[in-house]
């Protein structure tokens, strides 16, 4: 049997590979020299602080997604889990403004609780939804695009581009860029009111039966 590539993907999952493209992009910009910004742009800066630093973002996701994952699920239809995305992630595009503003590691701090009190409700809400619209005789080849393309080269292009941007212009060109095209790319998630869910059948095998 001759192997067969998938070409047709629905409109939602094209959306939410495009905008965490973006998005990815965005952040993998700094995340390889996070930790240099912390050492020399911070008081007090050091591979501790920016160690801490990290482990703030993820102790704040990790304490409030659960719970807010539920709370979701616990809300039916798909219009909740909409804004707590699109808010969480625009929102979430003002922390690489905060770095620049953070002079001390207690601002730092500070800044990680805020991107992780964020991606806890965008992270949970973006699962559902992408979830719930994957073609059920693909599931895995379009996770596997949302891994290749927004994971992937998206981290791989980005943490290039800034390394060089950042050798070359400084930190402040980076984190200004990554703050625009984070806030800009998840504005292009309005376009997916239209297609939600209203209601939600729970007990059923997901993903939903979806029209592409």
């Known amino acids: 049997?001759?192997?067969?590539?998938?070409?047709?993907?629905?409109?939602?999952?094209?959306?939410?590979?495009?905008?965490?493209?973006?998005?990815?992009?965005?952040?993998?910009?700094f995340g390889p020299i996070l930790a240099i910004f912390?050492?020399?742009?911070?008081s007090g800066g050091s591979v501790k602080v920016a160690g801490f630093a990290t482990a703030v973002y993820w102790v704040v996701k990790?304490?409030?997604?659960?719970?807010?994952?539920?709370?979701?699920?616990?809300?039916?239809g798909e219009r909740d889990d909409f804004w707590a995305m699109l808010l969480g992630y625009f929102l979430s595009g003002a922390t690489p403004f905060l770095y620049l503003?953070?002079?001390?590691?207690?601002?730092?701090?500070?800044?990680?609780?805020?991107?992780?009190?964020?991606?806890a409700?965008?992270?949970?809400?973006?699962?559902?939804?992408?979830?719930?619209h994957l073609d059920r005789h693909d599931v895995s080849f379009e996770w596997s695009l949302e891994s290749v393309f927004s994971?992937?080269?998206?981290?791989?292009?980005?943490?290039?581009?800034?390394?060089?941007?950042?050798?070359?212009?400084?930190?402040?060109?980076?984190?200004?860029?990554?703050?625009?095209?984070?806030?800009?790319?998840?504005?292009?998630?309005?376009?997916l009111r239209k297609h939600l869910i209203p209601k939600i059948r729970h007990g059923k095998t997901l993903p939903l039966e979806h029209k592409s």
């Open 1 to 29: 049997m001759a192997f067969q590539v998938k070409t047709k993907v629905n409109f939602v999952i094209k959306l939410f590979v495009f905008v965490d493209f973006l998005y990815n992009f965005a952040f993998g910009s």
């Open 38 to 42: 912390v050492t020399q742009q911070i």
């Open 62 to 76: 990790s304490s409030l997604q659960l719970p807010i994952a539920r709370f979701l699920d616990k809300t039916d």
């Open 101 to 119: 503003l953070a002079t001390t590691p207690t601002a730092l701090y500070l800044a990680q609780a805020y991107l992780g009190f964020m991606m």
């Open 121 to 132: 409700w965008a992270v949970p809400a973006w699962y559902g939804v992408f979830t719930r």
């Open 151 to 191: 994971l992937g080269i998206a981290t791989a292009a980005s943490a290039a581009l800034g390394g060089f941007l950042v050798d070359r212009y400084g930190f402040q060109v980076v984190f200004i860029g990554a703050g625009i095209l984070s806030m800009t790319s998840s504005l292009c998630l309005i376009p």
